[in-house]
């Protein structure tokens, strides 16, 4: 069996989808159905069975995605072990970030540490939500929720607050709030139903709740990330909540009711247990540490 083929079914195992597999690995689901082909007749037996609702695992494909999952284990171990050896950190790394947070915050930010350290090839890797599967296991990850497996060590980078926040364009046609009432007359931005947010919706939708004794504000614009929410505040088409951090990565935002605070979340980096003693993993922390350590003011402790 050839490991390329492992590697991808080992992402279809854990998908439990070729179509979300496809989406992850970033191929066609023609060109990955016909790896996964290719692989069932080295194998000698069908893999899994297509359901109504993605694919189901035969015995054969269990058997195999257990032992993918062993030898890939195996071999980042003995490439941990070896990096885990050098003195000066170098090779790839790779970061997960929901897209929002490493878009605006995150990624702007790694100049200096790239040039502090050129032998490290970082690769970040950005999604809307915080997924189950991803193509290749992160090295580390920057999460707003936390992992449940007593596998990670989990360190919290830092706490932040969810504001108001409206354009300057905004308020200049409307008028600004003053107090929870006047938000009744207000555009409001919210989370659409298909978002995958790393809160409960309805805590991150609070806006249309707060103050209301029953009905909801019903918003003027509902939509699925917290990046095109941001995006449409700053167009000028209404009021939303927001991050706190995200004041200072956007143009012409405004913080109105400064008194009303939304929901809290902890910024936190992630790492396996095995990885403890990576050199790069412990370079990127001690960054992350001091970076918003200097930018405390965009973050509530």
Known sequence: ????RLKLFNVVAQAKSLTDAAVLLNISQSAL???????????GNRLFVRRSRGIELTAAGIQVSEAAKKLSQSIEDVNQKLISEKTEPSGKLRVYATNAFGSLWLAPRMGPFLKRFPEIALSLSLRDAEPRVLPSQPHAEIRMTPIKSQDYIQIKLATFQYKIFASTSYLKSNGVPANEKELDQHKIISYGEDAQPPLDKKRLNWLLWHGKDAMPRVPCLEISSIYGLAKCVEAGLG???LPGWMNDETNN???VLKDLNGPALDITFCYH????EDPRINVLKEYLQNLIKDEN???TN
Do not use: C
């Not at 159905?33 to 194998?43: A, F, G, I, P």
């Open 33 to 43: 159905s016909r790896q996964m082909q290719s692989l069932e007749h080295e194998v």
């Open 253 to 255: 935002l405004f913080e």
């Open 1 to 4: 069996m050839k490991w390329d």
């Open 297 to 299: 003011n965009k973050f």
């Open 239 to 241: 009021i939303a909540s």
């Open 273 to 276: 247990e095995h990885m403890r």
